[in-house]
Structures are given as C-alpha cells and as structure tokens.
C-alpha cells in the first residue's frame, strides 16, 4: 500500500512566522505535489517536484516555497506567514510516467490556521 | 483551456438510493486521463478509479459505476444502494496537457458533497 505522511494534521500559527510544512512517501515516486484546499475552490496546485531538488510553480506559487532534498521528502514553506493562507494544504506523490499521467495519491492533509 | 466542471455542489440522499455525481471535463487532447477521489471527513483524498481516453468501457466495482462519454466529455459516478459510509466529498479530476501531451498534473473539479441520510 502506498503511504503519503504529513507531519501535522492541525497547526496553528502567528503572522509573520515561517512554517514548514513536511510531506514523506514510502513508494519511491519520483513526482510529489503540494495543494491548497478551499471551499469551493477544489484542489489547486502550488509546486510540484519531479526529481530531488527539482521544482516547478504550480498555479498558485506566490508566497510559497519548497525544498526536496531526498527523493521520500517534499517540504512546503511559508516565508512568513499570513492570514490569507489559513487553509487545508495536501501532499500528493506519484510515478512518473512519460506520455501519461499516473495516479496521484495522497496524504491526510494539514489544517493550517494563521492568526 | 482544460477544465473540470461538477455542477452539483452538495447532493443529499437517503440510504439505500441510487446516486449520480457528474463530471463534464473541457480539454483539446486526444489523450488524456480522468480520476474520481473520494474525500471522507478525516480529510484524505482516496483514489477510486483512473481512465485513460481511449478507454471507453464503462466500469463496474461493487456499488460503484463509471460513465464515461467522449461524445458529451463526461464522466459520472454512480453509486447504488448508497451506505452512510458513501457521504463524503467526491472529486473529478482530469490530466493537465502541456505542449500537447498529457503531463503528471491534474486539473481538480471543486468537488461534489455527498450526504447520506440514515
């Protein structure tokens, strides 16, 4: 069985602090993803990495950054933090798969709060 | 442009009801690839089915059905004899396509609400 971790599921911070936030996956995949959930917004896409140390800007990258030093880890960062990103955020790995899209699976979630 | 579209916000049924959820999707590829996720209430996105678009054979597991139809780019859900346990937020998602190729990404739905009633 695939498994996707998250290291908190609830997290409460203050403006202005820097957050990170830890996603591991244990099946080897070479993609990982990073997503905000908002109601009635979906799902949408900040970064994803295809390699370690490789990135690339989702559709909503500002204010955002992420760091994959290994190829199990995948790690959101919140420079400094700001009410506008209290959110549900999901971490996502997957295969990659040349000319095809494989199935994306994901973790429990961290529900984020910014006072 | 690519776009998942599910129409219906919030469904509510009775146990033991038939129910449908819709996905109509908007891509310009000849290939591409669809996905239902169920979201519980414990918040993690389960995968339910993945298809591929040259894959039009509808599909059959337990309870749950998948429509597929390239000719009204849809592809619904239906879940027979509803359970309690079915209530949970369902998405629809479709591969993103870059330079004309179907890519890793997925273009989300903003998902349906599925509540079922004892």
């Given at each position: ?15 202005g ?5 830890e ?9 990982m ?16 990495s ?17 760091s ?17 990103q ?14 095809g ?6 973790g429990?979630?961290?529900?984020l709060?910014?006072? | ?7 219906q916000?919030e469904?509510?049924?009775v ?22 996720y ?25 309870r ?23 209530s ?11 330079y ?19």
């Amino acid at each position: 069985d695939v498994k996707v971790t998250q290291s908190s599921r609830y997290l409460v911070k203050r403006t202005g602090e820097k957050v990170f936030l830890e996603c591991v996956q244990d099946m080897d995949h070479e993609n990982m993803f990073w997503y905000r959930q908002d109601p009635g917004l979906g799902l949408r896409l900040i970064y994803f990495s295809y390699d370690v140390k490789m990135k690339e800007k989702g559709d909503i990258p500002e204010g955002y950054s992420v760091s994959r030093e290994k190829k199990e880890r995948f790690s959101l960062i919140l420079e400094s933090a700001s009410t506008n990103q209290t959110s549900m955020y999901l971490c996502a790995s997957s295969f990659e798969r040349a000319g095809g899209t494989d199935t994306q699976y994901f973790g429990p979630g961290t529900r984020l709060t910014v006072l | 442009a690519q776009k998942v579209t599910q129409a219906q916000t919030e469904i509510s049924v009775v146990e033991k009801e038939d129910v449908t959820l819709d996905c109509v999707y908007e891509t310009r590829d000849t290939t591409y690839y669809l996905f239902w996720y169920k979201q519980p209430p414990s918040g993690e996105l389960v995968f339910l089915i993945r298809r591929n678009s040259f894959d039009e054979q509808n599909e059959i597991s337990g309870r749950y059905s998948w429509n597929f139809q390239k000719s009204t780019s849809s592809f619904n859900f239906t879940i027979t004899a509803s359970q309690v346990v079915d209530s949970a937020v369902y998405f629809c998602a479709l591969s993103a396509t870059n330079y004309g190729g179907a890519t890793n990404k997925l273009i989300f739905g903003t998902g349906t609400l599925l509540a079922v009633q004892p």
